[in-house]
């Protein structure tokens, strides 16, 4: 309960906030609130980079010139998920054309990479391999991707998004909490510390810790990000940035090549595009499973009356859960590069959705092991971070991008500045054995040259009257895509305001392994419930990092997850 006297501070605080930027009186059911405005709003992970994001906006940029600045000033203030080393994905909405796009900058395996490429000589899965070494760097899409985005879409030079992160990295920054804390403690510490150049670009000479509050200068970086500015994204591909890449990969055992890089191309895609009742979702392809398996989700939750069980309800958690484990299960079999391998788009159709809610009981759950990936009907109709972005002259852009795990491989390229991704343990390396994220995988999403590793990054757009309505998309590595479904049905059958919708709690299933992981915040009594009904419970630390914007009329209403701090929704 409240008190009353928080409450009237609190409302003081709110209507002093909306009476001095002339916005609406709102009355919000919850305690959450979101930020407002009319002009326009960048949410990301870094308050710092959405304030770059938002000015970018205010000098009379589009979303795209915004996204790119905030995407290029988080390789900086977020070392742990921003990136330059790495890829991503970006959909765009461009009010003028009428159309959404879909840039697949993904990384790609390098030519000499090959299916047995992380077995070791009993064919085992070398996870040190997988994880921690130069053979599990991907070709880096990231430069590539944001160049295209804007050269395409934006309205700005390249320079001038890409000069408030050469700032940052020359002059540095004063370092949050939460990234001192992640460099000062294990397993981070360690892996980067014991890399000369990680160690180098952040931790002091004597390999002590910043703490919150310092300064921290990347030098090497900000090289790189001159680079960029002086030669575009040549330098990175080609000039002198490749050099350094292709001079550590083969003093220490990587296979990126000058011509891996020379070859790399970003895609434009066409978005997947399915509905939700009166809402149309529109989302990442592959080589992203994120956007088929929101879709598929989504169908198959339709028939059920999600808002009259209640938000957190053991009722509600079960009905999401069963759709989870069938979608994961058909993820293991059916997911792959679409360049490399046939897609079944048949899961995102509503029949299929059909089928498989047949095996479903409200009663009882469906043991995993008794789930296998189904036989979708042909298509009847056609530490990861994200950030969204839309402009007051209607565009929206939904960026997810990553170097894999936090901090990546924990490789710094010599000279650079840049962690480099280890985005290769995407794939499946060995049928049967799990990834980094517990995901099963088989031929579909097997390793082979210039394939892209399969991702579960869903950055989405979802319309309402055939205007872009609610933007979201988060990191979490298996659990992006169960967070982006729970989020949006929050907002679609919940009703709640987006930051309600980002704050609440989650759960997530993948099938295997057969466990219901979930956020603290549910009631005992939904959990006895559950755990009743055979549900193994495992009481997960957060999941995921929501940034999303809703946008209603003329006002935009922008929420940053509070999970991770120091994250922020700004207005121009
Ligand atoms: O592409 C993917 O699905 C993973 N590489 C994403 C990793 C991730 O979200 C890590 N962040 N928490």
Redesign the pocket.
């Known amino acids: 309960m409240i008190r009353p006297f928080l409450l009237t501070l609190f409302v003081v605080f709110i209507s002093n906030n909306i009476a001095s930027s002339n916005l609406p009186i709102i009355e919000y059911k919850s305690i959450h609130h979101p930020v407002i405005s009319k002009t326009g709003m960048v949410v990301s992970q870094r308050l710092s980079a959405s304030k770059i994001g938002a000015e970018i906006l205010k000098k009379g940029g589009n979303a795209v010139d915004a996204a790119v600045a905030t995407g290029l000033a988080l390789a900086v203030v977020l070392p742990r ?1 921003g990136n330059l080393g790495g890829g991503g994905f970006m959909v765009v909405y461009l009010k003028d054309e009428g159309k959404t796009i879909a840039i697949d900058y993904r990384e790609k395996a390098p030519a000499a990479a090959h299916r047995d490429l992380f077995l070791d000589k009993s064919g085992n899965y070398d996870k040190k391999k997988a994880q921690f070494s130069l053979l599990s760097a991907g070709v880096p899409g990231t430069v590539y991707g944001l160049h295209h985005a804007l050269t395409e879409h934006g309205t700005m030079s390249w320079q001038e998004v890409l000069e408030p992160a050469i700032r940052l990295a020359e002059e540095g920054f004063s370092v949050p909490h939460d990234l001192a804390n992640t460099l000062a403690s294990s397993p981070y510490k360690q892996r980067l510390s014991s890399n000369q150049a990680s160690a180098n670009s952040f931790y002091k000479k004597d390999k002590s810790n910043y703490r919150a509050g310092e300064t921290l200068r990347q030098p090497d970086l900000a090289w790189t990000l001159k680079q960029l500015h002086k030669e575009g994204p040549d330098a990175f591909y080609k000039g002198e940035i490749a050099k350094k890449i292709v001079k550590e990969m083969e003093l220490n055992g990587g296979l990126i090549t000058a011509d891996d890089l020379s070859n790399y191309k970003a895609v434009e895609r066409e978005p997947v595009v399915g509905t939700y009742n009166e809402f149309k979702i529109v989302s990442m392809p592959p080589s ?1 499973s994120g956007g088929i398996h929101l879709i598929q989700m989504l169908n198959m939750l339709e028939p059920y009356q999600i808002k009259e069980m209640g938000f957190g309800s053991a009722g509600s958690i079960h009905i999401l859960t069963e759709v989870m484990k069938r979608a994961y299960a058909d993820r293991s079999k059916h997911l792959g590069d679409m360049d490399f391998y046939d897609v079944p788009f048949g899961l995102m159709s509503k029949k299929y959705a059909k089928s498989l809610n047949e095996s479903i009981s409200l009663d009882s759950l469906t043991p995993s092991k008794d789930i296998f990936a189904g036989d979708p009907y042909p298509y009847e109709s056609p ?2 971070t994200h950030f969204s972005v839309m402009d007051k002259y209607g565009n929206a852009v939904s960026n997810t991008y ?1 170097l ?3 901090y990546g491989s924990g490789i710094v390229i010599p000279g650079t500045g840049m962690l480099i991704n280890n ?1 290769m343990d ?1 794939f499946s390396s060995k049928p049967g054995v799990p990834n980094g ?1 517990g995901l099963l995988g088989s031929e579909a999403n097997s390793i082979q040259a210039n394939k892209r ?1 399969l ?3 869903t950055p989405t757009i979802i319309f309402k009257d055939e205007e872009p309505y609610l933007v979201l998309g988060s ?4 659990r ?1 895509i169960t967070t982006v479904l729970q989020v949006a049905l929050n907002v679609m059958e919940h009703g709640m305001n987006i930051a309600q919708a980002v704050n609440s709690p989650r759960i997530h299933h993948q099938w295997l392994p057969e466990v219901l992981m979930i956020e603290d915040g549910y009631g005992a009594d939904t959990e006895s419930l559950l755990t009743n009904k055979g549900y193994r419970l495992y009481s997960s630390r957060t999941m995921g990092s929501v940034q999303a914007i809703v946008r209603e009329g003329d006002y935009f209403y922008g929420a940053a997850d509070p999970r991770r701090p120091s994250s922020g929704a700004v207005a121009p």
């Open positions: 998920a992203s530490d990861t990553t894999n795990f936090s985005e995407d994220y590793p991702s579960s990054m990191p979490g590595g298996s992006i």
